[in-house]
């Protein structure tokens, strides 16, 4: 019999994270509990062969910190399981009123804290509270790790970290040419990227911390071609990436992306830390390996773990980037760099690979 798990998490009625869900339920009785609205987006609920999606009002969606929902605590009070899974930061509400109900429980955290913001020196009695009741903590990467014992953590509770996960379902690649095709069908504009040279491409926000302006004159210094995809938050970002011959085109659905990714030759995540914000992890490198399309990525939070240390560079080092790109011209060194990638994905960042992991963990307590 399989143990029984619930897992709480503000995001929990996003779908793009249900292929976590599904290869959690094959070895846990899962139940995932979230809110019905969060940050203005509205949910609904689903039942599936491996697990059960329970949605419930919430006080102050707005933001994970303040959230918080009577109806999912007493379900937890009602049906105490043998794991207790809370995907929140240990400062949050929910996480210390779940804390309150662990009775006989497993009680996991998982956490993406960057700083001591609102620990208040240790002060933050309902954090103290959250530390002392978990029995595993997974950071999402070294730093965090790091993070989490500044704020009180019990450093022996500290597990090696969890990074977010990758489906082969929803991620896998498509013939080069093809997917151009695809592409230019959706957004005409993207013929301008297909060049000849070789493509290098990001996706995500348009936003100054990712780096976007210094990778933008890199791709141009090293010869490359480049194409962006991603809602625009800095007009003046977008403006210096088209300046250097960027081609931008909007933010893509969870079906285009896997073309948008098939039709690079180079991922790149330039990322840039600033004090409050730090690439937790870099899925997006990871989801482009899977379409077969190695990645290189800036030293910043997990993004390291993901492309491994031969595809990283400092943030902010335009000629070191320009470096990495131009050594990528070659074909063969792009398939070695990939084949890499793909064994080091495959093995850590998988769904399948983590929710083996978080079996593991709770199974030797």
Not at 221 to 248: I, N
Not at 251 to 274: C, G, H, M, R, W
């Amino acid at each position: 019999m399989k143990p029984s798990m619930i897992l709480v998490w503000h995001e929990a009625g996003n779908k793009l994270y249900h292929d976590r869900f599904r290869e959690l339920g094959k070895l846990f009785d899962l139940t995932v509990l979230g809110p019905q609205v969060f940050a203005g987006k509205e949910y609904a609920e689903v039942t599936e062969p491996e697990f059960t999606l329970k949605l419930f009002p919430s006080i102050a969606p707005g933001h994970w910190l303040t959230y918080v929902s009577p109806g999912m605590l007493s379900y937890i009070r009602a049906h105490p399981p043998q794991v207790l899974y809370i995907h929140e930061e240990p400062h949050s509400l929910t996480a210390f009123l779940a804390a309150l109900l662990k009775r006989k429980s497993t009680f996991v955290l998982e956490s993406s804290a960057i700083n001591l913001k609102g620990n208040f020196s240790g002060a933050n009695v309902m954090e103290r509270v959250v530390h002392a009741r978990a029995d595993i903590v997974f950071p999402k990467n070294t730093e965090v790790a790091g993070v989490l014992r500044a704020r009180g953590a019990k450093a022996e509770r500290i597990v090696a970290p969890l990074g977010n996960g990758v489906s082969l379902e929803s991620f896998s690649p498509i013939p080069k040419d093809e997917a151009r095709a695809k592409l230019t069908a959706l957004f005409p504009q993207a013929a301008r990227a297909f060049d000849g040279r070789v493509l290098a491409g990001y996706a995500g926000r348009i936003w100054r911390p990712k780096g976007l302006e210094y990778f933008s004159r890199a791709a141009h210094q090293a010869g490359a071609a480049l194409l962006l995809c991603g809602p625009v938050s800095d007009p003046d970002v977008a403006e210096a990436v088209q300046q250097f011959g960027g081609v931008l085109l909007p933010a893509l659905n969870k079906e285009q992306l896997p073309i948008f990714y098939s039709a690079l030759d180079l991922f790149v995540l330039p990322s840039v830390p600033t004090p409050n914000w730090r690439e937790q992890f870099g899925r997006v490198c990871a989801e482009a390996v899977f379409c077969g399309t190695p990645a290189l990525g800036s030293n910043v939070g997990g993004i390291p773990g993901v492309v491994g240390p031969n595809a990283i560079f400092e943030p902010g080092d335009e000629a070191g980037l320009a470096i990495r790109i131009g050594a990528l011209q070659d074909p063969t060194a792009r398939a070695t760099l990939l084949a890499a990638q793909i064994a080091h994905i495959n093995d850590n960042f998988s769904w399948t690979s983590i929710a083996a992991r978080i079996q593991r963990e709770t199974a030797r307590l």
